[in-house]
T-cell receptor
Framework: DAGVTQSPTHLIKTRGQQVTLRCSPKSGHDTVSWYQQALGQGPQFIFQYYEEEERQRGNFPDRFSGHQFPNYSSELNVNALLLGDSALYLC???????????????FGPGTRLTVT | KQEVTQIPAALSVPEGENLVLNCSFTDSAIYNLQWFRQDPGKGLTSLLLIQSSQREQTSGRLNASLDKSSGRSTLYIAASQPGDSATYLCAVSNRGSTLGRLYFGRGTQLTVWP
């Protein structure tokens, strides 16, 4: 059973460029969330997708956008990159059902984005 | 707004010691609490999940307790080993409109030396 996968592993971009990160959830999961983790910090919630719609959003500007596909995979897009966007981007998947294991989050290995 | 604090920020101990990592949160209306492990530059590995109705969970040498009313959780690591060296993160999910969103602490960086 494949866990959460993310691509690419590492990415180097120039300030002002755009980037797309990809995530495939754990088999059977229907909800995908994205987090940004700066060095030495805990992950910060960007947004969550369920049923192909953005359901929740953290305190991130509109330069951050996303998409969820019918197979539950997801993309995170960041436009007009800033130096401060350099971070580890983590994708988490979960199952949005009532019950004991509902909303237990499983994380992927992350994408390390460096903006120069 | 939920705020999560972890103490200590860093811990360095010799192999074999029993450890206690602390996590506190400001809003007691939580749905669940998760403890994660993160190796340098890597993703998060879920260690334990405690539902709001539970008081503790155990997995091998790990035991996590939850006192929702006081806004505290403790991760206990028995007989620590060098392989336990990593950053340990505590995260809570609130009930209500933000259900499913995790609020993280900054982590406790653990070093276990032989």
């Amino acid at each position: 059973d494949a866990g959460v996968t993310q691509s690419p592993t590492h990415l180097i971009k120039t300030r002002g460029q755009q980037v797309t990160l990809r995530c495939s959830p754990k088999s059977g999961h229907d909800t995908v969330s994205w987090y940004q983790q700066a060095l030495g910090q805990g992950p910060q919630f960007i947004f969550q997708y369920y049923e192909e719609e953005e359901r929740q959003r953290g305190n991130f500007p509109d330069r951050f956008s996303g998409h969820q596909f019918p197979n539950y995979s997801s993309e995170l897009n960041v436009n007009a990159l800033l130096l401060g966007d350099s971070a580890l981007y983590l994708c988490a998947s979960s199952l949005a059902l009532a019950g004991g294991s509902a909303h237990e989050q499983y994380f992927g290995p992350g994408t390390r984005l460096t903006v120069t | 707004k939920q705020e999560v604090t972890q103490i200590p920020a860093a811990l360095s101990v010799p192999e074999g010691e029993n450890l206690v990592l602390n996590c506190s949160f400001t809003d007691s209306a939580i749905y669940n609490l998760q403890w994660f492990r993160q190796d340098p530059g890597k993703g998060l590995t879920s260690l334990l999940l405690i539902q709001s109705s539970q008081r503790e969970q155990t997995s091998g040498r790990l035991n996590a307790s939850l006192d929702k009313s006081s806004g505290r959780s403790t991760l206990y690591i028995a007989a620590s080993q060098p392989g336990d060296s990593a950053t340990y993160l505590c995260a809570v999910s609130n009930r209500g409109s933000t259900l499913g969103r995790l609020y993280f602490g900054r982590g406790t960086q653990l070093t276990v030396w032989p």
